[in-house]
């Protein structure tokens, strides 16, 4: 059984508490004095005297309730963890959750996701479904990996549900998913879909600017593989490009998928690592001490050559990719003049998500992000 639940919250429990208070039948009836007081710890209480299973608490406790007692597939002492929208709606609801489910003896954790709201589409686009990709990829990764990981999509904005069904793809964690007029919970069947990690290895650099800048100005030519994976934006008037929510979950499906402490190369023997090798020739100022820079603090690399740096207009700064014809690991720099060289690095991966890994971690502690 799953010990972690992420479940993303709506505000159905709010909705049904509003029509509570407003009918006839309400009266002065203790729950909907207290929802009208806005005591959330006190409604929270009143709540723990009703079947979780009736609708008036909401999908979020519904739903809980069933992967948990009903169907057996999370664990009665499971962390839980909710994201939630970035609205009032959203922190009442994280009042009213954690308050509900700690007096139950859960380890609750509350989690805002930052532009996840319906007023400002771009907003919610461009920054509420990348951070909760981002979420939901870091609770993973504390939880110890995707088998400890189950994930209840059924609270929150519509578009996040189809966007669930893929993060549940890329980060290996089922879904499910409960519709109103369901009689249970479902779990949504894997997609067959799947990313081309290979990308990574050509692009690692532009994708993990766009991670840490948010958005960089538009490129003449964004290569057609990298559509699928960012989005143009205007700012100001000028056309910037940025990571949409599928690039996040891109990279982070990489990142669960083959974590960098387990799928680096080995540590090759100290009597194995030779310096990096320079011809004779004219070189970027600074070009040496960034090159011996890399070799030297990075212990699984054996060595490093500079190579032939023609065509000098598609040369880049501080940048790694695997190199199309032969997966060589190639870095790329330029000085402040926009001279530039690149050089070969040299280690002791012999799979292709060692390789990429690589990649990845180099532009990370390297790249000109």
Not at 177 to 193: N, Q, R, S, T
């Amino acid at each position: 059984m799953k010990s972690t639940l992420i479940t993303t919250v709506g505000a159905s429990l709010l909705a049904n508490l509003t029509r509570l208070a407003s009918s006839d039948a309400a009266g002065d009836t203790p729950l909907a004095a207290a929802f009208l007081a806005e005591d959330w710890h006190r409604t929270a209480r009143l709540l723990q005297d009703i079947t979780p299973t009736e609708r008036i608490c909401g999908a979020e406790i519904n739903t809980i309730y069933e992967l948990i007692h009903r169907r057996h597939l999370v664990m009665e002492s499971a962390s839980l963890h909710f994201c939630l929208s970035d609205t009032k709606e959203g922190s009442q609801m994280q009042a009213l959750m954690h308050n509900y489910y700690e007096a139950q003896g859960h380890r609750v954790l509350c989690h805002t996701i930052e532009g996840l709201q319906a007023e400002n589409e771009e907003r919610f686009r461009r920054t509420g479904l990348r951070r909760l990709v981002q979420k939901v990829a870091e609770i993973t990764r504390n939880a110890g990996g995707s088998e400890w990981v189950a994930f209840n999509a059924t609270g929150g904005y519509k578009a996040q549900i189809a966007l669930s069904a893929i993060i549940g793809q890329a980060i290996g964690i089922p879904v499910y998913y409960k519709h109103e007029d369901f009689p249970g919970v479902i779990a949504l069947p894997p997609m067959p879909v799947a990313f081309d990690y290979e990308l990574l290895g050509r692009e690692a650099g532009t994708l993990l600017a766009l991670e840490t800048e948010d958005a960089i100005p538009f490129m003449d030519e964004v290569p057609e593989a990298l559509l699928p994976l960012v989005e143009e934006v205007e700012v100001d008037k000028q056309r910037y490009i940025g990571l949409s929510a599928m690039g996040q979950l891109y990279l982070e499906g990489f990142r669960l998928r083959y974590p960098l402490e387990k799928t680096l190369p080995a540590i090759p023997l100290e009597k194995e690592r030779r310096k990096p090798t320079f011809p004779d020739d004219h070189y970027p100022n600074g070009f040496h001490d960034y090159v011996e820079k890399v070799w030297r603090e990075t212990a699984w690399i054996v060595s490093c050559r500079s190579l032939p740096y023609d065509k000098q207009r598609g040369i880049r700064d501080r940048v790694f990719y695997l190199r199309p014809n032969d997966d060589e690991v190639v870095g790329e720099y330029r000085d402040r003049s926009g001279f530039g060289a690149r050089f070969a690095i040299a280690t002791l991966a012999k799979t292709k998500a060692q390789k990429l890994a690589v990649i990845e971690y180099l532009n990370r502690r390297y790249g000109q992000g």
